[in-house]
């Protein structure tokens, strides 16, 4: 019985001993795992192939175009752009997500595809660009063709009217100096406070003006 007794403590010293062992042994292990393995290689990307990259540019481009045009629409017709007056409306939230969203596109744009055949992330952040550009002025032109003029009263809606028959006035060539000059100023009064004309329009109606002066 005394061996045994013996025995015991003796597993009861041993045991111990046993599990240091064994956790140095795999301490070991790792180390020497982790020493022996090859460091890890941050991923590099595929190169693309650059005819696929070429044709997927060369259709953002076109796409851009296309997009930009559909909204020239807007800009060079007065009577368009009063039928749906939300298109250059800042305040209203889709309309300031689609001209945001053009003005990254245009910056964005190489002067050709070939620009971006050798840089794919400048390639990735421009088509990304030109999707969100084309998605908001969808989204800008739905809802201006869902709202029309219907946001304003009715004595806003007829000064709209007005303007839009003055700003035809503006715009024909078969018209008197004189005459566009007043109508289109009399149009810039009535349209004050309700609906500001983009730029571009703006110049294009001057410059006809002028033009037929000079001429």
Do not use: C
Request: glycine share 6%.
């Amino acid at each position: 019985m005394g061996i045994v007794f013996r025995l015991a403590e003796l597993l009861l010293m041993l045991v111990p001993v046993a599990g240091v062992v064994f956790a140095g042994i795999s301490v070991w292990k790792r180390v020497q795992g982790t020493s022996a393995a090859p460091a890890p290689q941050e991923e590099q990307p595929a190169p693309a192939n650059p005819a696929a990259l070429w044709r997927i540019v060369t259709r953002t481009l076109e796409e851009h175009a296309r997009t930009d045009t559909r909204w020239l629409e807007y800009e060079l017709d007065t009577g368009k752009l009063l039928d749906f007056p939300l298109m250059t409306d800042l305040r209203a939230p889709l309309t300031t997500e689609f001209h945001k969203a053009k003005l990254r596109a245009d910056l964005l744009r190489p002067g050709k595809a070939e620009d971006l055949v050798d840089d794919r992330e400048a390639a990735a952040q421009y088509l990304a660009a030109v999707e969100d550009y084309t998605t908001a002025f969808d989204a800008a032109e739905t809802e201006a063709i869902r709202r029309r003029r219907g946001d304003f009263s009715a004595e806003q809606q007829q000064r709209i009217a007005r303007a839009r028959s003055l700003l035809s006035v503006a715009s024909d060539t078969a018209a008197t100096q004189h005459e566009r000059e007043q109508a289109y100023e009399l149009a810039g009064k009535e349209l004050d406070g309700l609906v500001v004309l983009p730029p571009t329009t703006r110049a294009g109606i001057e410059r006809g003006i002028a033009g037929q002066l000079d001429g």
